[in-house]
């Protein structure tokens, strides 16, 4: 199979700006320390990352409620190949844990050494923020579990 000609274009830099109006809320409490979701005040369905309207019940009536973040490893997976927009990152692990309140949340797992990473492991949802003024939040291990500092 013969390769198509190509140039070298000028790369391309892509940022992104999320609409935030309606979850606000929960970028101010990650600045706090606080871990917010919504909850569904006509069904009760927990939300995280917290969203405006119920996808169960269509109801847009949503409280806010603080989670306690700590939960518990459900899968991870070592990102070594990374998009465009983490290419200045280290690699990193991505994981999934099934928090106490019963939601399921996807964060960088950070703080611990692969070795130390097990499935079902104890982790804790943490805000972080960036030099830069970015938020986001991140999952640590609970003490004791492989932490690595
Ligand atoms: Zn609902």
């Known amino acids: 199979m013969s390769e198509l000609p190509v140039i070298n274009s000028r790369s391309l830099e892509l940022s992104y ?3 935030i109006s309606k979850t606000k809320r929960f970028w101010d409490g990650l600045k706090e320390g606080k871990i917010l979701a919504t909850k569904c005040r006509r069904c009760g369905k927990l939300y995280f990352p917290p969203v405006a309207d ?8 949503m409280d806010w409620v603080e989670l306690s973040g700590e939960g518990r490893l459900v899968t991870y997976t070592h990102v070594i190949v990374k998009p465009a927009s983490f290419r200045d990152e280290q690699p990193y692990t991505v994981a ?19 070795k130390d990473i097990k ?10 923020q960036f030099t830069d003024g970015r938020v986001a939040y991140v999952f640590t291990p609970l003490t004791g579990e492989g932490r690595d500092q």
């Open 17 to 19: 700006k999320i609409p």
């Open 96 to 114: 999934v844990a099934e928090l106490k309140e019963g939601v399921k949340a996807l964060a960088w797992l950070t703080n611990v050494k692969r």
């Open 119 to 128: 499935i079902g492991m104890g982790v804790r949802l943490v805000p972080k």
């Open 54 to 61: 119920c996808g169960a019940c269509y109801s847009s009536y």
